[in-house]
T-cell receptor, first 114, second 112 residues
Framework: NADVMQNPRHLVRRRGQEARLRCSPM?????VYWYRQLPEEGLKFMVYLQKENIIDESGMPKERFSAEFPKEGPSILRIQQVVRGDSAAYFC????????????FGSGTRLTVV | DQQVKQNSPSLSVQEGRISILNCDYT??????FLWYKKYPAEGPTFLIS?????DKNEDGRFTVFLNKSAKHLSLHIVPSQPGDSAVYFCAAKTGGGNKLTFGTGTQLKVEL
Protein backbone atom coordinates (compact mmCIF):
# COMPACT_ATOMS: atom_id res chain seq x y z
CA ASN A 1 0.00 0.00 0.00
CA ALA A 2 2.92 2.36 0.56
CA ASP A 3 3.20 3.04 -3.18
CA VAL A 4 0.05 5.15 -3.07
CA MET A 5 1.00 7.93 -0.70
CA GLN A 6 -1.58 9.69 1.37
CA ASN A 7 -0.92 12.51 3.76
CA PRO A 8 -1.44 13.37 6.40
CA ARG A 9 -2.13 10.02 8.07
CA HIS A 10 -4.08 11.72 10.81
CA LEU A 11 -5.81 15.09 10.66
CA VAL A 12 -7.71 16.83 13.42
CA ARG A 13 -9.91 19.77 12.56
CA ARG A 14 -12.33 21.88 14.56
CA ARG A 15 -15.87 22.24 13.29
CA GLY A 16 -16.01 24.88 10.58
CA GLN A 17 -12.38 24.50 9.48
CA GLU A 18 -11.20 23.19 6.14
CA ALA A 19 -9.57 19.80 5.63
CA ARG A 20 -7.22 19.04 2.73
CA LEU A 21 -6.28 15.44 2.06
CA ARG A 22 -3.55 14.61 -0.41
CA CYS A 23 -2.94 11.55 -2.54
CA SER A 24 0.01 10.77 -4.78
CA PRO A 25 -0.78 7.79 -7.03
CA MET A 26 1.57 5.00 -7.90
CA UNK A 27 4.08 5.77 -10.60
CA UNK A 28 2.48 5.25 -13.99
CA UNK A 29 -1.07 5.44 -12.63
CA UNK A 30 -3.19 8.21 -14.05
CA UNK A 31 -6.53 7.27 -12.46
CA VAL A 32 -7.32 8.23 -8.88
CA TYR A 33 -10.30 7.25 -6.73
CA TRP A 34 -11.41 8.50 -3.34
CA TYR A 35 -13.39 6.38 -0.90
CA ARG A 36 -14.67 7.12 2.59
CA GLN A 37 -15.12 4.63 5.39
CA LEU A 38 -17.40 5.68 8.21
CA PRO A 39 -17.23 3.76 11.49
CA GLU A 40 -18.69 0.25 11.24
CA GLU A 41 -19.28 0.62 7.51
CA GLY A 42 -17.65 -0.45 4.30
CA LEU A 43 -15.85 1.83 1.91
CA LYS A 44 -18.09 4.18 -0.04
CA PHE A 45 -17.08 5.53 -3.42
CA MET A 46 -16.78 9.29 -3.59
CA VAL A 47 -15.08 10.37 -6.80
CA TYR A 48 -13.02 9.14 -9.75
CA LEU A 49 -10.54 11.47 -11.41
CA GLN A 50 -8.05 11.43 -14.21
CA LYS A 51 -5.47 14.15 -14.70
CA GLU A 52 -7.32 17.47 -14.85
CA ASN A 53 -10.70 15.75 -15.21
CA ILE A 54 -13.43 14.59 -12.87
CA ILE A 55 -14.85 11.45 -14.46
CA ASP A 56 -17.43 10.35 -11.87
CA GLU A 57 -18.38 12.30 -8.77
CA SER A 58 -21.62 10.49 -8.08
CA GLY A 59 -20.56 9.66 -4.51
CA MET A 60 -19.54 13.14 -3.49
CA PRO A 61 -21.78 15.06 -1.10
CA LYS A 62 -23.34 17.97 -2.94
CA GLU A 63 -21.94 20.62 -0.66
CA ARG A 64 -18.60 21.32 1.01
CA PHE A 65 -16.69 18.53 -0.75
CA SER A 66 -14.51 18.95 -3.82
CA ALA A 67 -11.71 17.03 -5.48
CA GLU A 68 -9.06 17.76 -8.04
CA PHE A 69 -6.19 15.98 -9.75
CA PRO A 70 -4.04 18.63 -11.40
CA LYS A 71 -1.60 18.09 -14.22
CA GLU A 72 1.24 18.38 -11.72
CA GLY A 73 1.11 17.32 -8.13
CA PRO A 74 -1.08 15.13 -5.99
CA SER A 75 -4.82 14.70 -6.00
CA ILE A 76 -6.55 16.78 -3.34
CA LEU A 77 -9.81 16.05 -1.53
CA ARG A 78 -11.04 19.22 0.08
CA ILE A 79 -13.72 19.43 2.73
CA GLN A 80 -14.87 22.91 3.66
CA GLN A 81 -16.55 23.83 6.96
CA VAL A 82 -16.11 20.36 8.40
CA VAL A 83 -18.75 18.87 10.70
CA ARG A 84 -18.49 15.98 13.15
CA GLY A 85 -20.16 13.66 10.66
CA ASP A 86 -17.18 14.09 8.33
CA SER A 87 -15.01 12.16 10.79
CA ALA A 88 -13.96 9.05 8.90
CA ALA A 89 -11.09 7.30 7.18
CA TYR A 90 -10.54 8.59 3.66
CA PHE A 91 -8.79 6.23 1.26
CA CYS A 92 -7.30 7.05 -2.07
CA UNK A 93 -6.62 4.41 -4.72
CA UNK A 94 -4.96 4.52 -8.10
CA UNK A 95 -4.95 2.40 -11.21
CA UNK A 96 -3.25 2.40 -14.58
CA UNK A 97 -5.11 3.65 -17.64
CA UNK A 98 -5.91 0.18 -18.92
CA UNK A 99 -8.18 -1.00 -16.18
CA UNK A 100 -9.37 -1.17 -12.64
CA UNK A 101 -9.04 -4.86 -11.92
CA UNK A 102 -7.75 -4.40 -8.40
CA UNK A 103 -6.97 -0.85 -7.41
CA UNK A 104 -3.98 -0.12 -5.24
CA PHE A 105 -5.08 1.69 -2.10
CA GLY A 106 -3.13 4.05 0.08
CA SER A 107 -3.02 3.73 3.85
CA GLY A 108 -5.68 6.38 4.31
CA THR A 109 -6.15 9.63 6.17
CA ARG A 110 -8.03 9.47 9.43
CA LEU A 111 -9.96 12.71 9.81
CA THR A 112 -11.28 13.62 13.23
CA VAL A 113 -13.51 16.64 13.64
CA VAL A 114 -13.69 18.00 17.18
CA ASP B 1 -29.40 0.83 -0.25
CA GLN B 2 -26.77 -1.82 0.48
CA GLN B 3 -26.14 -3.51 -2.84
CA VAL B 4 -23.32 -5.68 -1.50
CA LYS B 5 -23.92 -7.39 1.82
CA GLN B 6 -21.67 -9.26 4.16
CA ASN B 7 -24.02 -10.51 6.82
CA SER B 8 -21.41 -11.91 9.18
CA PRO B 9 -19.53 -9.11 10.90
CA SER B 10 -17.07 -11.56 12.41
CA LEU B 11 -15.78 -15.10 12.02
CA SER B 12 -13.45 -17.10 14.22
CA VAL B 13 -11.57 -20.13 12.86
CA GLN B 14 -8.84 -22.39 14.16
CA GLU B 15 -5.46 -22.36 12.49
CA GLY B 16 -5.26 -24.96 9.75
CA ARG B 17 -9.00 -25.09 9.20
CA ILE B 18 -10.99 -23.60 6.35
CA SER B 19 -12.32 -20.05 6.55
CA ILE B 20 -15.43 -19.30 4.49
CA LEU B 21 -16.48 -15.70 4.06
CA ASN B 22 -19.76 -14.95 2.37
CA CYS B 23 -21.09 -12.08 0.32
CA ASP B 24 -24.46 -11.42 -1.30
CA TYR B 25 -25.36 -8.81 -3.86
CA THR B 26 -28.59 -7.43 -5.23
CA UNK B 27 -27.56 -5.60 -8.41
CA UNK B 28 -27.74 -8.01 -11.35
CA UNK B 29 -25.62 -5.59 -13.40
CA UNK B 30 -22.52 -6.43 -11.36
CA UNK B 31 -20.23 -8.57 -13.44
CA UNK B 32 -16.90 -8.44 -11.67
CA PHE B 33 -16.23 -9.20 -8.04
CA LEU B 34 -13.20 -8.65 -5.85
CA TRP B 35 -12.06 -9.49 -2.35
CA TYR B 36 -9.88 -7.15 -0.34
CA LYS B 37 -8.10 -7.73 2.94
CA LYS B 38 -7.55 -4.92 5.40
CA TYR B 39 -5.36 -4.68 8.46
CA PRO B 40 -5.92 -1.93 11.05
CA ALA B 41 -4.48 1.46 10.08
CA GLU B 42 -3.76 0.27 6.54
CA GLY B 43 -5.57 0.50 3.25
CA PRO B 44 -7.33 -2.48 1.69
CA THR B 45 -5.13 -4.89 -0.24
CA PHE B 46 -6.43 -6.71 -3.30
CA LEU B 47 -6.66 -10.47 -2.79
CA ILE B 48 -8.51 -12.20 -5.60
CA SER B 49 -11.23 -11.49 -8.12
CA UNK B 50 -13.69 -13.28 -10.37
CA UNK B 51 -15.54 -12.40 -13.52
CA UNK B 52 -19.21 -13.27 -13.85
CA UNK B 53 -18.40 -15.62 -16.74
CA UNK B 54 -16.67 -17.92 -14.27
CA ASP B 55 -17.87 -19.72 -11.19
CA LYS B 56 -14.53 -20.32 -9.53
CA ASN B 57 -11.12 -18.72 -9.33
CA GLU B 58 -8.22 -20.05 -7.31
CA ASP B 59 -4.97 -18.46 -6.20
CA GLY B 60 -2.90 -20.45 -3.76
CA ARG B 61 -4.78 -20.80 -0.48
CA PHE B 62 -7.57 -18.50 -1.68
CA THR B 63 -10.54 -19.58 -3.81
CA VAL B 64 -13.52 -17.47 -4.74
CA PHE B 65 -16.79 -19.09 -5.79
CA LEU B 66 -19.56 -17.27 -7.61
CA ASN B 67 -23.19 -18.39 -7.79
CA LYS B 68 -24.84 -15.96 -10.17
CA SER B 69 -28.33 -17.37 -9.85
CA ALA B 70 -28.20 -16.89 -6.09
CA LYS B 71 -26.27 -13.62 -6.37
CA HIS B 72 -23.81 -15.02 -3.88
CA LEU B 73 -20.08 -15.33 -3.67
CA SER B 74 -17.76 -16.78 -1.12
CA LEU B 75 -14.08 -16.67 -0.31
CA HIS B 76 -12.45 -19.84 0.96
CA ILE B 77 -9.10 -19.73 2.71
CA VAL B 78 -7.47 -23.07 3.36
CA PRO B 79 -5.51 -23.70 5.43
CA SER B 80 -6.16 -20.62 7.55
CA GLN B 81 -3.15 -18.99 9.17
CA PRO B 82 -2.89 -16.48 12.02
CA GLY B 83 -1.62 -13.87 9.56
CA ASP B 84 -4.96 -14.11 7.76
CA SER B 85 -6.61 -12.35 10.70
CA ALA B 86 -7.96 -9.14 9.19
CA VAL B 87 -11.14 -7.55 7.87
CA TYR B 88 -12.22 -8.94 4.49
CA PHE B 89 -14.27 -6.82 2.12
CA CYS B 90 -16.23 -8.05 -0.83
CA ALA B 91 -16.58 -5.55 -3.70
CA ALA B 92 -18.37 -5.49 -7.03
CA LYS B 93 -18.37 -3.46 -10.22
CA THR B 94 -20.33 -3.25 -13.43
CA GLY B 95 -18.77 -3.82 -16.85
CA GLY B 96 -16.83 -0.83 -18.08
CA GLY B 97 -17.29 1.00 -14.81
CA ASN B 98 -14.51 2.07 -12.52
CA LYS B 99 -16.48 2.40 -9.31
CA LEU B 100 -16.38 -0.37 -6.72
CA THR B 101 -19.29 -1.05 -4.39
CA PHE B 102 -18.08 -2.55 -1.12
CA GLY B 103 -19.71 -4.68 1.52
CA THR B 104 -19.38 -3.80 5.20
CA GLY B 105 -16.66 -6.34 5.85
CA THR B 106 -16.14 -9.48 7.92
CA GLN B 107 -13.57 -9.54 10.69
CA LEU B 108 -11.73 -12.86 10.48
CA LYS B 109 -9.82 -14.12 13.49
CA VAL B 110 -7.64 -17.17 13.08
CA GLU B 111 -6.82 -18.68 16.43
CA LEU B 112 -3.90 -20.89 17.34
Amino acid sequence: NADVMQNPRHLVRRRGQEARLRCSPMKGHSHVYWYRQLPEEGLKFMVYLQKENIIDESGMPKERFSAEFPKEGPSILRIQQVVRGDSAAYFCASSPPEGTYGYTFGSGTRLTVV
Amino acid sequence: DQQVKQNSPSLSVQEGRISILNCDYTNSMFDYFLWYKKYPAEGPTFLISISSIKDKNEDGRFTVFLNKSAKHLSLHIVPSQPGDSAVYFCAAKTGGGNKLTFGTGTQLKVEL
